[in-house]
């Protein structure tokens, strides 16, 4: 079988914080039959969709390895809704604009039930944003990001700990004026695609 692939994945994440789970795969694809085509673009789109969007969201380590395990069937039960927009079809090819959107809460669940570290903001907690800490130190330096917290008057809410390394999440509210005092205190900082990860 023939199989010609060409894909442009496009996705935006939102400037409040709040997950966008919807992602559009552009593809040609040359098979056997138009049929046969057209179901492995589709199958083809919801995985780079997939693998695209949680992408933005969680450990890519973690995820690209449960996705290469994941059958059709688990990555189906991701998608809430599928647009198809420019289909054209011959006797061998199908070619169309495919967008796809997401499940939050099934989305969410897999991911825990999978141990794929995430910071996909949950539907009452999308106006905070993720800090991933890389501790030199892990006691002296968590505390030093308490009285940090403290004295900024945000709360922290830690998500998950693994080794020297802590994740947290903070008010959206608070970005800037946490960000300025980290740097006082000697701490690096980055983005990373939305979460913030700081080290010292």
Excluded: C
């Excluded at 796809?100 to 669940?109: C, K, P, Q, Y």
């Excluded at 991911?111 to 501790?135: H, S, T, Y």
Aim: aromatic share 6%.
């Amino acid at each position: 079988m023939k199989r010609i692939l060409g894909i442009l994945s496009l996705f935006v994440m939102s400037a409040a914080g709040a997950a966008d789970l919807r992602g559009n795969v552009s593809l040609n694809i040359t098979s056997d039959t138009a049929a046969a085509a057209k179901n492995i673009a589709m199958t083809e789109a919801r995985r780079q969709i997939v693998t695209d969007i949680l992408g933005q969201y969680s450990d890519k380590d973690a995820l690209n390895l449960v996705l290469g395990e994941a059958d059709d069937n688990a990555l189906n039960a991701l998608i809430a809704s599928t647009e198809i927009d420019d289909e054209q079809a011959s006797p061998t090819t199908y070619s169309a604009n495919i967008s796809m959107t997401l499940d939050a809460d099934a989305v969410r669940t897999w991911l825990a039930e999978k141990g794929v570290q995430n910071w996909l903001p949950d539907a009452d907690n999308i106006n905070r944003f993720v800090v991933w800490a890389e501790l030199s130190s892990p006691i002296a330096n968590w505390v030093e990001l308490n009285d940090i917290a403290r004295r900024e008057n945000v709360d922290v809410a830690i998500k998950s700990i693994n080794g020297n390394r802590l994740m947290f999440d903070l008010p959206m509210s608070s970005r800037g004026t946490f960000t300025i005092a980290i740097r006082e205190g000697g701490w690096h900082y980055a983005n990373m695609d939305g979460a913030l990860r700081i080290w010292k």
